[in-house]
């Protein structure tokens, strides 16, 4: 005696798939967007007010530099404390929501501060004022250098962790108890010096090229939004094409040394600064400040570097569908995932045997 099978027919109609949670009005993304948009806004705030009772600058967008305040030193130092006050702040205000969240915050502050300062046009009318139209690019040079020191610092502390963070979560999912937690996951090409060295080049060029071409004046809002564009395109990018773990760690050099490349070569093409103008054949990338580049350029970069990895199918549509590839996840990512980020692809479900 044999059982009959049901075969469903060839026109049944699947069953309604259920809800997903993020569905939800006030889903995590909501939330997230939410008290990072509240920690914000408070060091916006803070940032404006502290910088104006101290006199950063005397007169409120007229002095871009804060090597060229009448007190350089109390005006980084308090750039400073300003920057480390907002990553504490948003870190403790969003930090559940998005592990990153504090160093949004900072660049919100800086940035902010960039806005009070004021754009290089007037940078470079007070040194063309005291005769100092050559050197001026070697002091935004060295404020470049120095402003992301405590940039570069926080991202590495909070990178290392949330690192560990991933790896931990990864081991315990793969229930391991013999791999120590301080080794690598896995070993894989994604993780050799050459992967790494594209993703940072790949952000470095892009970054570079979309400036030069965005920033065509010193113009407050043409330069941060240009900046933005180029920190965000270029990290998204590197991170689509490059995803490994390793990458990340360095994306503050794109901002970095594109803002560095542009002092430098400002200051061997220096002329007449009377214009409000750097002179040579890469002058608008020392169109923004160093208080640009290190604001704007670090939240483009975060906000590519989430892009990147954790909706890749932004990325995917922009490159035209990579010529008819498909969308790379993170592990616990993208719009079905729930754990954390990671490198591991989503494990392969096993085929049903007929």
């Given amino acids: 005696m044999t059982a009959s099978t049901s075969h469903p027919s060839d026109n049944a109609q699947p069953a309604d798939p259920p809800p997903h949670p993020d569905g939800a009005i006030f889903n995590a993304y909501r939330r997230t967007q ?9 060091c916006i705030i803070l940032v404006w007010q502290v910088a104006a009772h101290l006199g950063i600058p005397p007169i409120a967008r007229f002095q871009g530099s804060l090597l060229a305040q009448p007190q350089p030193p109390i005006a980084f130092i308090a750039a400073c404390v300003l920057y480390f006050v907002s990553v504490f702040i948003g870190t403790l205000i969003a930090a559940r929501s998005w592990f990153f969240a504090g160093i949004f915050a900072g660049a919100v502050a800086l940035a902010a501060l960039s806005v009070r300062c004021g754009p290089m046009q007037y940078v470079l009318f007070n040194a063309a004022a005291h005769g100092d139209t050559k050197r001026i690019f070697l002091k935004l040079l060295a404020e470049q250098s120095l402003l992301f020191v405590p940039v570069a610092l926080a991202w590495t502390f909070f990178f290392r962790r949330y690192a560990a963070a991933v790896s931990r979560a990864t081991l315990a999912e793969e229930n391991d108890p013999l791999k120590p937690l301080d080794q690598p996951i896995e070993s894989t090409t994604g993780d050799s010096i050459g992967v790494v ?3 940072i080049l790949t952000q470095i060029i892009i970054t570079g090229l979309l400036v030069h071409f965005l920033a065509v004046t010193t113009a407050k809002k043409q330069v941060a939004v240009a900046i933005l564009i180029g920190a965000f395109c270029s990290t998204a990018l590197a991170e689509y ?40 054949p890469l002058a608008n990338l020392a169109h923004p400040t160093p208080l640009d580049y290190a604001g704007s350029g670090i939240i483009g970069m975060l ?4 892009v990147g990895g954790d909706r890749p199918d932004i990325v995917f549509l922009l490159l035209g569908g990579m010529a008819g590839g498909r969308p790379i996840y993170r592990h616990g990512s993208g719009p079905e995932g729930t754990g954390p980020k990671s490198l591991k692809p989503p494990p392969q479900q096993p085929k049903n045997k007929t």
């Fill in 197 to 199: 060295l594209g993703a």
């Fill in 34 to 42: 939410t008290l990072v948009f509240l920690a914000s806004v408070i």
């Fill in 241 to 280: 094409l490059f995803p490994n773990r390793k990458s990340a760690l360095f994306y503050w050099i794109g901002p970095f040394l594109v803002g560095a490349v542009g002092y430098a070569a400002a200051y061997i093409y220096a002329g007449d600064a009377s214009i409000g103008l750097a002179q040579g």
């Fill in 303 to 306: 906000m590519g570097y989430w």
